[in-house]
Antibody, heavy 121, light 107 residues
Framework: QVQLQESGPGLVTPSATLSLTCAVS?????????WSWVRQPPGKGLQWIGD???????NYNPSLQTRVSMSVDSSNSLFSLTLSSVTAADTAVYYC??????????????WGQGTLVTVSS | DIQMTQSPSSLSASIGDRVTITCRTS??????LNWYQQKPGKAPKLLIY???SLGSGVPSRFSGSGSGTDFALTISSLQPEDFATYYC?????????FGPGTKVDMK
């Protein structure tokens, strides 16, 4: 089973850009899977941010797509998220996850442990 | 976006109880529905995919049913480790959305 581990700053200043990285181990980041980001504001539910396919294709949540960018560093088995112009509403636990298809249905079957990002001055 | 609702939003139950959580979508999603379990401070864990297929290593007391717009997650005999929050998630649209969650706690 693949393991994922998020890393990045825990505190970001309002209007700045949030940048997170997810390290993938136990499997190839170049395999036929989508690599995803999901976030969860404190005490609230889950929101899918978007995902990235190794070929370079991306799929972003329309509510965030003007501020989101994702990329992959295949040589180091890393994929990254940047979210620009952050506000307090972007304070959340950010998870990276692997999205695959099984039974004809896409699902998030592996998750990182999550990293809390607080937007505050 | 496809909107999702879950009911109840929370429930209290005892060990051994049969528990059913429902999920409704704003349009038909056929069987493109997954269920996740999340414990405090932990990442979600996939329980059920494609509405009724059991995820890897998931105990058989968990089952999923439904199609179209109405789905259910059932725990046949609640165990201590099952106290958690449960989320449904649709994959019919490529704007993936989650339900608001159902918290299961101890009566």
């Amino acid at each position: 089973q693949v393991q994922l581990q998020e890393s990045g700053p825990g505190l970001v200043t309002p209007s700045a850009t949030l940048s997170l990285t997810c390290a993938v181990s136990g499997g190839s980041i170049s395999s036929a899977n989508w690599w995803s980001w999901v976030r969860q504001p404190p005490g609230k539910g889950l929101q899918w941010i978007g995902d990235f396919y190794p070929s370079g294709s991306t799929n972003y949540n329309p509510s965030l797509q003007t501020r989101v960018s994702m990329s992959v560093d295949s040589s180091n088995s890393l994929f990254s998220l940047t979210l620009s112009s952050v506000t307090a509403a972007d304070t959340a636990v950010y998870y990276c996850a692997k999205r695959l298809v099984r039974g004809g249905v896409y699902q998030f079957d592996s998750w990182g442990q999550g990293t809390l990002v607080t937007v505050s001055s | 976006d496809i909107q999702m609702t879950q009911s109840p939003s929370s429930l209290s139950a005892s060990i051994g109880d049969r528990v059913t959580i429902t999920c409704r979508t704003s349009q038909s999603i056929i069987n493109y529905l997954n269920w996740y379990q999340q414990k405090p401070g932990k990442a979600p864990k996939l329980l059920i995919y494609a509405a009724s297929s059991l995820g890897s290593g998931v105990p058989s007391r968990f089952s999923g049913s439904g199609s179209g717009t109405d789905f259910a997650l059932t725990i046949s005999s609640l165990q201590p480790e099952d106290f958690a929050t449960y989320y449904c998630q649709q994959s019919y649209s490529f704007v993936f959305t989650f339900g608001p969650g159902t918290k299961v706690d101890m009566k």
